[in-house]
């Protein structure tokens, strides 16, 4: 009861009046839990701290409500930027939504996997909204510190998905610039890529120098051919084909390309 809270020195608030001064920790604790069951009592938060919810207009103003009432309650919360960040990509309000996940991302408080998952959010909406792409590649490089997740192949992976090849390049190459030991699968989308787009001196270059560097992998001499062919270099083209068909072992599909070539 009353005697608990006035041992550990926190304050309890009601929405609309003003918050004591606590010190240090208990202030950003304090803080904290207000916002959890404020928000919990206005029926915004469902089981994860983003929450998907029924997008009904009604619901969408409500939440959006409450958000704002917490984010003039408690300015300084980077958490309330996590739902704040959730109700403008739902709003199409894109200036705000970078706003609320610049913040967000360059918290230390927030988990990494809330993080990702904001991120993923942002990148289904500059997928659709192309203004936003600078926006898009300084979250990246903000999240790019974390080893855990190689978040540019991941977005070079949807970019592919969208058949999108010039942003998948892109941020396939950026992911091997991070990480040049990621697996095979990503420099392979690399040079299919480069392939798409019919650029064929990049494509015959990268693909040379990843056959240098892997020897025994048949796509990167198969990639080298097709370039120089596209090039009229037969002659290299006829050297790295023959040499790498070799390297293919119970791939029909594979080594029908090579025959093609």
Known sequence: GNGIRRRVGITVVQPGLRQRRTVGGVRELHRYFFFISWINKAGAVDNNIIG??????????????????????IPTSEWAQVRLFKFHIEKNDGPKAVQSMNVVLASKKIDTKIKHRVLNEFLLFAGKNPQYDADLEKAITMLEADPTV????EVG???????QWEKAAKYYEKALAT?????????ILLL?????MKQFEV????????????????HFYYYAGLGY?????FKKAKDVLETGIDYVIENPVLEANFYIQ
Do not use: C, H, M, W
């Open 52 to 73: 998907v919810g029924r997008k009904t207009k009604n619901e969408i103003e409500k939440k959006l409500k409450v958000a704002k009432k917490l984010e003039r309650e």
């Open 150 to 153: 190689p978040v540019a192949k």
């Open 203 to 218: 494509l015959s270059k990268k693909a040379q120098s990843l056959l240098e560097r892997y020897p025994s992998q048949p």
């Open 179 to 187: 990480d040049p030991n990621l697996p095979l699968e990503t420099p």
């Open 229 to 233: 062919n596209q090039l009229q270099q």
């Open 192 to 196: 299919q890529s480069y392939t798409e």
């Open 157 to 163: 992976n949807f970019y592919y998905n969208k058949k």
